[in-house]
């Protein structure tokens, strides 16, 4: 599992550990995470276009502030998943992990990974992803702990549902301290963090950190970053670099 790896890390010339944290969508993903696996679960296209015209008037509940994020999810979890037992969600899971590792990362991200991993960072994910896809791409990708938005099955067949909060903006912020706290204790006082991101609502976790790194930014969180001070990355597609 993710969490159990060793803690044994090498530390920097003045005793500090290191960890660094990576969002997923739009950070080591070029695109948005969530949905397009929700619609990959319809193998052909009016499938698929039927689903999102089923999500359209949900959205715009959301944006109109009528519904919360996390209810957002839950409902476009149940009308894409509806039927499925554990076994075929984690199938399909596993097909679209297998489609994103093949051309739908930052090639900047996995490079930045790997300097991280070559320093001996301890190297998290942090996601409002759900739980069932996230792990397995922090996992292809030898991150060391990954912490998303968790789900679970209340009974039988039913679509898995958000479990506890949806780990987004200050919930982010909250979960992976409580991680951190749990997994250094003492030693956390003394642990240097970076955190990379490419949205706004990361603020809370971005104010956090020791290094934050803001990449391909909108107007409103490039501005903040100019403002703080903050490392602003421009990173590419891995087919970019091919």
């Known amino acids: 599992m993710l969490e159990n790896r060793d803690v044994n890390r090498p530390t920097d010339r003045n005793g500090m550990r290191r960890a660094a944290i990576f969002d997923l969508d739009r950070t080591i993903t070029r695109v948005g995470t969530f949905t397009p ?10 499938e698929r276009y039927a689903l999102f ?48 590792m093949a ?12 300097r991280h991993r070559a320093d001996g960072d301890r190297i998290i994910l942090a996601t409002a992803s759900v739980d069932f896809y996230a792990r397995l791409i922090a996992e292809r990708l030898g991150l060391d702990e990954c912490i998303a938005t968790a789900t679970g099955f209340a009974s039988g067949e039913t679509p898995p549902q958000i479990v506890g909060e949806n780990c987004y903006g200050d919930a982010k912020r909250e979960m992976v301290a409580a991680r951190l706290d749990a997994f250094y204790g003492a030693d956390r006082n003394a642990l240097h963090l970076s955190f990379y991101t490419d949205h706004i609502s990361d603020l809370p976790l971005l104010q956090a950190v020791e290094t934050p790194y803001v990449v391909n930014p909108k107007a409103a969180l490039h501005a903040h970053a100019r403002q703080a001070g903050w490392t602003v990355c421009s990173w590419t597609a891995l087919e970019a670099r091919s």
């Open 37 to 46: 696996f929700l619609l990959s679960t319809r193998p052909d296209d009016p």
């Open 53 to 100: 015209a089923r999500f359209v008037p949900h959205m715009a509940l959301y944006k109109a502030g009528r519904i919360s994020r996390k209810t957002l999810k839950n409902r476009m979890l149940s009308m894409a998943l509806s039927g499925l037992d554990h076994a075929r969600i984690a199938e399909l899971a596993d097909h679209f992990v297998t489609r994103i």
């Open 103 to 114: 051309g739908g990362l930052y090639t900047d991200a996995l490079a930045a990974i790997a």
